[in-house]
T-cell receptor
Framework: DARVTQTPRHKVTEMGQEVTMRCQPILGHNTVFWYRQTMMQGLELLAYFRNRAPLDDSGMPKDRFSAEMPDATLATLKIQPSEPRDSAVYFC?????????????FGEGSWLTVV | QQQVKQSPQSLIVQKGGISIINCAYENTAFDYFPWYQQFPGKGPALLIA?????SEKKEGRFTISFNKSAKQFSLHIMDSQPGDSATYFC?????????????FGTGTKLQVIP
């Protein structure tokens, strides 16, 4: 049963600390997304990769957030320094884009609390 | 600017009843409209989707109705069951030049009571 794997599942950290979230997309998928979910804003797209290349990170605060795909099996989202307002659930999703079709599959999320 | 507006924010339905969630959009460039279901502690999962050239799509107890001229679409859950209790998100996708960006609605928390 292929699925998107995210680590850590839960993270509590102090303000100012660096946080790194990792994602293993489904094998063979060529698109990777990072979403942030909060009660106030719902699901916000932070970054989008296709074939490991970043295509859109316009939704990501550039001063403290960075997203990378070192290889096809790993995507990372880093926050440095973290702030209490970054507390949210961060979802990674992957899909395979071919022609006009691309169903995306979400991981179970990384629950981040910054105190 | 919220590109996909979803209502209601929450919904309580009796078991066996019909649950209806509505969404509206502005951007006519959207070409694909999926609905996602999210259970507590889990990520959203694709439930059903429709393209704008179709007015209705049905899969089991779940039906999407699509009104292209009104730029509205809705999810109907027939014979609602307690196991359907979850948060439902409508979404819309546009694909300018091969970049498929999905915009989500704000979600509807559905509770089906026995």
């Amino acid at each position: 049963d292929a699925r998107v794997t995210q680590t850590p599942r839960h993270k509590v950290t102090e303000m100012g600390q660096e946080v790194t979230m990792r994602c293993q997309p489904i094998l063979g998928h060529n698109t990777v997304f990072w979403y942030r979910q909060t009660m106030m804003q719902g699901l916000e797209l932070l970054a989008y990769f296709r074939n490991r290349a970043p295509l859109d990170d316009s939704g990501m605060p550039k001063d403290r957030f960075s997203a990378e795909m070192p290889d096809a099996t790993l995507a990372t989202l880093k926050i440095q320094p973290s702030e209490p307002r970054d507390s949210a659930v961060y979802f990674c999703a992957s899909g395979f884009q071919t022609g006009g079709r691309n169903t995306i599959y979400f991981g179970e999320g990384s629950w981040l609390t910054v105190v | 600017q919220q590109q996909v507006k979803q209502s209601p924010q929450s919904l309580i339905v009796q078991k066996g009843g019909i649950s209806i969630i509505n969404c509206a959009y502005e951007n006519t460039a959207f070409d694909y409209f999926p609905w996602y279901q999210q259970f507590p502690g889990k990520g959203p999962a694709l439930l059903i989707a429709i393209r704008p050239d179709v007015s209705e799509k049905k899969e089991g107890r779940f039906t999407i109705s699509f009104n292209k001229s009104a730029k509205q679409f809705s999810l109907h859950i027939m014979d609602s069951q307690p196991g359907d209790s979850a948060t439902y998100f409508c979404a819309a996708r546009k694909d300018p030049g091969g970049y498929q960006k999905v915009t989500f609605g704000t979600g509807t928390k559905l509770q089906v009571i026995p």
